[in-house]
Each structure stands twice: as C-alpha cells, then as structure tokens.
Nanobody
Framework: QEQLVESGGGLVQAGGSLRLSCAAS????????MGWLRQGPGKDREFVAA????????YYSDSVKGRFTISRDNAKNTVYLQMNSLKPEDTAVYYC????????????????????WGQGTQVTVSS
C-alpha cells in the first residue's frame, strides 16, 4: 500500500495561488496514475485533477480547468497541484491519491478509480 503525504495547504485570499505537493513511498510510484481530489464542507469527495503514469496525459474537472495544473516528478516520487486564481468555492480538504491504473482513455477519472489516499491538507480561500 502506498503512503502518501500532502503538504502546501493554507489560507489564501481569492485570486491567490497555492502549490500542493504529495510525497509517495511504497510501491513503484512511476507505475501508477496519480490524482488530486477534494472534499468541501458538507460535500462529497470530488475529482479535481489526475495525471498518467508518465505525466503525458492530464485530466481536470470542469471547475478547475484553466486554473489548476497537475504535474509529477517520478525521480522524486512526488506529484504537485499548482492552483491559481483561487476562488472561495475551492475551499476544501485536498487529498492526494494513487490509482491502480496507468491512465484513462475515453472516460473521466472519478474517486472510485483511486485506492490509496493521503490524510489531506486544508485549503481555505477567503473572499
């Protein structure tokens, strides 16, 4: 089972930026797609972004497309989420997750596609 540790959350004003990091240890990081999901107050956990095993394919929810960028460094066993133009509705606990898949084709990733999760990091965006 992969161990995932998120960092980089915090409090930011609307329009600001944050960069989340997720360090992985355990099974071979580079063999798996990775993702970021979030859970806002009173909401279900939702997909935010994902990246294929080799970093060549990226996937985003409509709500963050054009504002967030996911990337990975397989040499460092780390995945990142650069979040720009943050909005109050982005306020949530953000979770790093690993998938047993290497990529998706023709379908959008969803929470059910991930089987290892970090503890989460809080992101709060003030208006």
């Amino acid at each position: 089972q992969e161990q995932l540790v998120e960092s980089g959350g915090g409090l930011v004003q609307a329009g600001g930026s944050l960069r989340l990091s997720c360090a992985a240890s355990g099974r071979t990081f580079g063999d798996h797609a990775m993702g970021w999901l979030r859970q806002g107050p009173g909401k279900d956990r939702e997909f935010v972004a994902a990246i294929s095993w080799n970093g060549r394919l990226t996937y985003y929810s409509d709500s963050v497309k054009g504002r967030f960028t996911i990337s990975r460094d397989n040499a460092k066993n780390t995945v990142y989420l650069q979040m720009n133009s943050l909005k109050p509705e982005d306020t949530a606990v953000y979770y790093c997750a690993q998938s047993p898949l290497i990529a998706w084709s023709g379908v959008d990733p969803g929470p059910e596609d991930f089987d290892s999760w970090g503890q989460g990091t809080q992101v709060t965006v003030s208006s």
